[in-house]
């Protein structure tokens, strides 16, 4: 990799560069399925957090062309993305899950807003294998709408579930961690992942701090990346509640406010 100030893209000039950021564990499969297309540029970093995977994932993502970060143990999600961040350079930083393809021509577009909009953590629209709209935004974290979520996947018709339409710029409460994006200088600012919190919650954790200095969480219609979404199953979940109800007692202690509540906000702020 190189350093350069700036970078064509497409024929788009970048103005500074990007660090793509990914966290693996056992995760080799939804590599080869989702990133094996991926051509980098020089200025456009990507680094590989594993987490003591026990299949292929470093020697895969090595293969395609990342830098790869292999530990001795599962730190969790959190804060293997803050390893990723302590080591990348970037300007903008996009947190991408090992089931999200990133479409690189869109960066320029990604960095174009955040840089009209630096206090923003934004977010592509993200689409199913099937291009269906997937709710990646998501609406105010009461547990209320937490717990449906989990258990009937009705979020959507209370305005917890939220997709960005074409020609749409969307605000939401907090946006699903399998890709977040934003300025370096910004996500110091508000503070890294919560390393509190092993697995789930750190998002919607990210996305109220951020709204606390000021800042929003908006998704982008007219960017759709696809994200291969294996969602729990929506029966009850002993292993799932395990590993959700540490998070959830963290995340509800924090904020005390969202235990009662039932109406998740909706707000679009832009229409192109």
């Known amino acids: 990799m190189t350093d350069t100030a700036s970078y064509k893209l497409n024929g788009d000039l970048m103005?500074?560069?990007?660090?793509?950021?990914?966290v693996t564990?056992?995760?080799a499969a939804k590599l080869r399925q989702y990133w094996s297309e991926l051509n980098l540029p020089d200025a456009v970093e990507w680094v590989v957090v594993d987490n003591a995977s026990s299949d292929d994932s470093v020697a895969v993502a090595q293969e395609l062309g990342a830098r790869v970060i292999p530990l001795p143990r599962n730190v969790g999600f959190g804060a293997a993305n803050n390893i990723g961040f302590d080591v990348t350079?970037?300007?903008?930083?996009?947190?991408?899950?090992?089931?999200?393809t990133p479409v690189l021509d869109d960066l320029s577009r990604l960095a174009q807003h955040l840089s009209n909009n630096p206090n923003d953590l934004v977010a592509p629209q993200l689409v199913n294998d099937d291009l269906s709209l997937q709710p990646n935004g998501r609406g105010r974290p009461y547990l209320s709408a937490k717990i449906v979520n989990r258990l009937r996947d009705r979020g959507g018709r209370d305005g917890y579930l939220l997709v960005a339409q074409a020609g749409e710029v969307l605000e939401t409460d907090w946006l699903m961690g399998a890709m977040?994006?934003?300025?370096?200088?910004?996500?110091?600012?508000?503070?890294?992942?919560?390393?509190r919190f092993f697995v789930y919650y750190e998002d919607s954790d990210l996305g109220l701090r951020n709204a606390a200095h000021g800042g929003r969480s908006v998704v982008l219609g007219d960017i759709r990346w696809i994200h291969g979404w294996a969602r729990e199953t929506k029966a009850p979940s002993l292993a799932a509640w395990r590993l959700e109800l540490p998070s959830m007692v963290k995340f509800y202690s924090r904020y005390p406010n969202l235990i009662l509540g039932s109406s998740p906000h909706r707000r679009r702020v832009e229409a192109k």
């Not at 103005?15 to 990914?22: D, E, F, K």
């Open 180 to 195: 977040v994006a934003g300025t370096r200088d910004r996500i110091k600012k508000i503070g890294v992942w919560d390393e």
């Open 89 to 100: 350079e970037g300007a903008y930083v996009a947190f991408v899950n090992p089931d999200v």
């Open 15 to 22: 103005s500074a560069r990007w660090s793509l950021i990914t």
């Open 25 to 27: 564990y056992n995760s």
